[in-house]
């Protein structure tokens, strides 16, 4: 599995745009971009995933370079509830693969 | 997705003792998994249950110390043996798509935690 970087932490405004990077370079063709999410105390939960093009669901969008060698994960309108350690994961999408968890970036949404 | 319910949510024990942590999903899942996340750490990944064979370690992980059984498609036991401080850790359970779901997964599923505190 390809490596990942993130920032180590972030801040961001409630009510703002909360605009995670994350840098994989060595990301492989049929590799896919996993973001997680983890509260304190609490289990990882998935956010979105994407292979080549733009995503977007109910709680995020996750912008994918054309090299593929980074990625954002964007939150619209960051609350006090989205305070939590962000996971950029890569990994293959074949269902007998686990996750391997870097260090992620800690974001504090700030009243 | 799948339902996780994993047992104990926590626990303090005796060093030396050892705790069996039980993970059951709503639904038959193709993969299970268990992770530990040590206090202020992220996750690693511990092994994957295998349904009806032993499970497959990662390294520095090893069956003496951290048994797992997966008996069915629905449940998995890892048990944390011969306890000494170092093993304090939230333990997790994770799954991917449920079997109807597969190949295509919506992401895995993770359970609560078992925080686990060794005296």
């Known amino acids: 599995d390809a490596k990942t970087t993130q920032p180590t932490s972030m801040d961001c405004a409630e009510g703002r745009a909360a605009n995670l990077p994350c840098n994989h370079s060595?990301?492989?063709?049929?590799?896919?971009v996993y973001w997680y999410r983890q509260i304190h105390s609490q289990g990882p939960q998935y956010i979105i995933h994407?292979?080549?093009n733009n995503e977007t669901n109910e709680m995020a969008s996750l912008i994918i370079t054309e090299d593929r060698k980074s990625s954002t994960l964007i939150l619209p309108h960051a609350t006090l509830r989205d305070t939590a350690v962000y996971y950029c994961i890569v990994s293959l999408q074949t269902g007998a693969n686990n996750l391997f968890f870097g260090t992620g970036t800690r974001l504090t949404v700030i009243p | 997705s799948a339902v996780i319910s994993q047992k104990p949510s926590r626990d303090i024990c005796q060093r030396g003792t050892s705790l069996t942590i039980q993970c059951q999903v709503d639904?038959?899942?193709?993969?299970m998994f268990w992770y530990r996340q040590q206090p202020g750490q992220s996750l690693t990944l511990i092994a994957t249950?295998?349904?009806?064979?032993?499970?497959?370690?990662e390294s520095g992980f090893v069956i003496d110390k951290f048994p797992i059984s997966r008996p069915n498609l629905t449940f998995s036991t890892l048990t944390v043996s011969n306890m000494s401080p170092e093993d304090s850790s939230i333990y997790l359970c994770?799954?991917?798509?449920?079997?109807?779901?597969?190949?295509?997964?919506?992401?895995?599923?993770f359970g609560s935690g078992t925080r686990l505190t060794v005296v």
């Open positions: 060595t990301i492989s063709g049929n590799e896919y």
């Open positions: 639904s038959q899942v193709t993969m």
């Open positions: 994770s799954v991917t798509g449920t079997t109807s779901e597969y190949p295509r997964n919506y992401g895995y599923t």
């Open positions: 994407g292979l080549k």
């Open positions: 249950a295998n349904q009806g064979s032993e499970a497959t370690y």
